[in-house]
T-cell receptor
Framework: DTAVSQTPKYLVTQMGNDKSIKCEQNLGHDTMYWYKQDSKKFLKIMFSYNNKELIINETVPNRFSPKSPDKAHLNLHINSLELGDSAVYFC???????????FGPGTRLTVL | AQKVTQAQTEISVVEKEDVTLDCVYETRDTTYYLFWYKQPPSGELVFLIRRNSFDEQNEISGRYSWNFQKSTSSFNFTITASQVVDSAVYFCALSVFTGTASKLTFGTGTRLQVTL
């Protein structure tokens, strides 16, 4: 059983387009996250939601908008894609009472 | 602010050698968590271990062991008798728990290459 899943795994698109990445977890966790891993493998948090409420919002362009319809899902919508948005995006989840985050397989976004 | 430093960018060893990956962290919080994650060539991030700041006991899991020393702000990871399957990028991370979410601050990773 997949614990944290993301779709799609690969996303290739043109500059200026709008795209979404979906994330679902079946671990029963109440907190979900989005991280960005750049071409140098550096991982940085973007957002965190706890029970559908935005908890962490790092310095991310407002073209990025997370949406959490319920505590098992956290989607990432990106408007007006730019070349610099090319990266691997990881979703993660944890239980608020613990700190261990479990990661999805990642979505490799390529903007042409 | 939290900071994690992994000074070793790349390490190459021959199979069966022991290897230690270094991690040094900075935080002003007294309660925090330290982690190691493995990222194999397939790209996923695999959780290996979590340690909280009050537990300095070293841990061993099979060929893996971790040495946590608050006095030097270090959380080093040793692989004994390395194998080719250990080839991956290893990330050390630190989080400070806010009560509803924890923000992981990652080091830059150490790429371990194990060859035959």
């Amino acid at each position: 059983d997949t614990a944290v899943s993301q779709t799609p795994k690969y996303l290739v698109t043109q500059m200026g387009n709008d795209k979404s990445i979906k994330c679902e977890q079946n671990l029963g966790h109440d907190t979900m996250y989005w991280y960005k891993q750049d071409s140098k493998k550096f991982l940085k948090i973007m957002f965190s939601y706890n029970n559908k409420e935005l908890i962490i919002n790092e310095t991310v362009p407002n073209r990025f908008s997370p949406k959490s319809p319920d505590k098992a899902h956290l989607n990432l919508h990106i408007n007006s894609l730019e070349l610099g948005d090319s990266a691997v995006y990881f979703c993660a989840s944890s239980q608020a009472t613990t700190a261990t985050q479990y990661f999805g397989p990642g979505t490799r976004l390529t903007v042409l | 602010a939290q900071k994690v430093t992994q000074a070793q960018t790349e390490i190459s060893v021959v199979e069966k050698e022991d290897v230690t990956l270094d991690c040094v962290y900075e935080t002003r919080d007294t309660t925090y968590y330290l982690f190691w994650y493995k990222q194999p060539p397939s790209g996923e991030l695999v959780f290996l271990i979590r340690r909280n700041s009050f537990d300095e006991q070293n841990e061993i899991s099979g060929r893996y062991s971790w040495n946590f020393q608050k006095s030097t702000s270090s959380f080093n990871f040793t692989i004994t008798a390395s194998q080719v399957v250990d080839s991956a990028v290893y990330f050390c991370a630190l989080s400070v728990f806010t009560g509803t979410a924890s923000k992981l601050t990652f080091g830059t990773g150490t790429r371990l290459q194990v060859t035959l």
